[in-house]
C-alpha cells in the first residue's frame, strides 16, 4: 500500500472508531434502561445485569457498524474534500479508484468482520444470554416475593411479604394456600428465608402459625418456631430454555429440524433470519459507497456539501428502512430472501456509478473547455 493510500485509510479510520465507540455507548445506555427491571422488580446483582446488558453487544454492534461508517466517512471525506486534499490527489494523476479504494477496503473488513460476529459470535453470546435470562425467570427469590405485594406465583398461591432485607430475610410474611379439594392453609411468620433441603427448594418460615380450613369447615390452629414450606408446586426445572431465531447457528437457520413442530411452523422466519445475517453485513459497503457518492460524486463547492449530504442521508435511512421492511416480508415468503441481497448490492452500485461518473462529465467539460478558448494571435 502506497503512503498516500495509508495516509488515506487513516483518516477514514479514526472517525470509523470514534463514530463505533459513540453509538455504542448511546446504545448501552438505552439497553442498560430497559434492563434496570432486572435489578428493582428482580431484584437480581449488578453483576448479572453487568453480564446481560454485554451480552446484547454484538447484535448492537452490528447495528451500529453502518451507522457508524456513514457518519464518519461524511465526517472525513468532507473535511479532506473541503481542504482540497482530495483534489491535489486528482491532479497528482491518481484515477478516483486508487482515491477511494482506501474506503472501500475498510467497508469490506469491516463488513468482514460483521459476518463473523453474526455467524459466530452472536449466536454464542445470544445462547447465553438467552440461559441467564432463564435462570432469572425460573428464580424462586425473586418470583415468589415481591416486597410490600400480593403475589400468585401459580394459581392457588398467595404471597406476601412486607420488607425483604438485604441478606434474602422476608420479614411478617403471609401465604394462603387453596388446595384441590377445596380446603385452605393460611401462614403467617416473622421471618422467611429460601434454603435447600434433600434437593429441593423450600421456604423456612420461622416463628409463626398455621390456619387451615377443611373441606368440611373445621378449622385447624398449630403454631410453630420453624416450618418448611415445600415449593414443589413452583419447580420448574423439568423446563428447558428455548433457543429463538436470533440464538441459532446458520446452519440451524437454513436447515432447521422440520421434524420439531415449532421448527416446522416457524421454517421461514428461521430462513428469513439466516439470509438477514448473511446480507446485513453488505450494508456497511453500501453506506461507505453512498457516502463517497455524498463527497465525491458532485462538483467541488466551496460553500460545503450539506444539501447533498442532507439527501444521501435520507436515501441511506431509506434504504435501511426497506431492508428492515424486507427482512420482516420474507417471513411471509420464501423467495423475498433475494431481495435482502439487492437492495445493499444496489446502493452500491447506484452509488459508484455516481462517483465514477463525475468523470466522464469533468473529462467532457474539459474537451469543451478547450474548443471554445480563443486562439491566440
Not at 477514514?12 to 445506555?29: E, M, S
Not at 400480593?150 to 411478617?172: R, S
Request: hydrophobic fraction near 50%.
Amino acid at each position: 500500500m502506497r503512503l498516500i493510500d495509508r495516509y488515506l485509510l487513516r483518516q477514514l479510520v479514526g472517525p470509523v472508531v470514534l463514530a463505533t465507540r459513540a453509538l455504542t455507548a448511546v446504545a448501552l445506555l438505552s439497553q442498560s434502561l430497559s434492563g434496570l427491571d432486572l435489578i428493582v422488580n428482580q431484584r437480581q446483582s449488578a453483576l448479572v445485569f453487568l453480564k446481560i446488558t454485554l451480552l446484547y453487544m454484538p447484535q448492537l454492534i452490528n447495528m451500529i457498524l453502518p451507522i457508524a461508517i456513514f457518519v464518519a466517512a461524511l465526517v472525513a471525506l468532507n473535511r479532506l474534500h473541503t481542504e482540497q486534499e482530495i483534489v491535489v490527489c486528482f491532479a497528482g494523476g491518481m484515477s478516483r479508484w486508487r482515491v477511494i479504494s482506501p474506503a472501500i477496503r475498510l467497508s469490506a473488513t469491516v463488513a468482514l468482520v460483521a459476518l463473523m460476529m453474526n455467524l459466530w459470535v452472536q449466536p454464542a453470546a445470544f445462547r447465553e444470554l438467552r440461559r441467564e435470562l432463564f435462570q432469572v425467570r425460573t428464580d424462586l427469590a425473586s418470583t415468589l416475593v415481591r416486597e410490600g405485594e400480593f403475589t400468585e406465583p401459580v394459581p392457588g398461591l398467595t404471597v406476601y411479604a412486607q420488607t425483604v432485607d438485604g441478606k434474602g430475610d422476608m420479614h411478617n410474611l403471609f401465604i394462603h394456600q387453596t388446595k384441590p379439594d377445596g380446603s385452605a392453609t393460611t401462614y403467617m411468620a416473622n421471618t422467611g428465608r429460601m434454603a435447600q433441603r434433600h434437593g429441593a427448594s423450600v421456604l423456612i418460615l420461622r416463628d409463626g402459625s398455621t390456619q387451615e380450613f377443611s373441606s368440611n369447615g373445621v378449622l385447624n390452629y398449630l403454631t410453630f418456631n420453624e416450618y418448611p414450606f415445600e415449593l414443589g408446586a413452583l419447580n420448574t426445572t423439568g423446563e428447558m430454555v428455548h433457543y429463538k431465531p436470533s440464538d441459532r447457528y446458520l446452519h440451524e437457520l437454513m436447515f432447521p429440524d422440520l421434524a420439531q413442530d415449532w421448527e416446522r411452523r416457524n421454517r421461514l422466519s428461521l430462513l428469513a433470519e439466516g439470509h438477514a445475517r448473511l446480507s446485513s453485513p453488505l450494508y456497511n459497503i453500501a453506506f461507505m459507497a453512498m457516502a463517497l457518492s455524498a463527497i465525491i460524486g458532485g462538483g467541488f463547492s466551496r460553500l460545503g456539501y450539506g444539501r447533498r449530504i442532507a439527501s444521501i442521508g435520507a436515501a441511506a435511512a431509506l434504504v435501511r428502512i426497506i431492508g428492515f421492511v424486507i427482512q420482516a416480508a420474507c417471513e411471509q415468503s420464501a423467495w423475498l430472501n433475494l431481495l435482502q441481497y439487492v437492495i445493499p448490492l444496489a446502493a452500491a452500485g447506484f452509488a459508484l456509478r455516481s462517483v465514477f461518473r463525475q468523470r466522464v462529465s469533468r473529462f467532457i467539460d474539459i474537451r469543451r473547455s478547450t474548443r471554445t478558448a480563443p486562439v491566440p494571435a
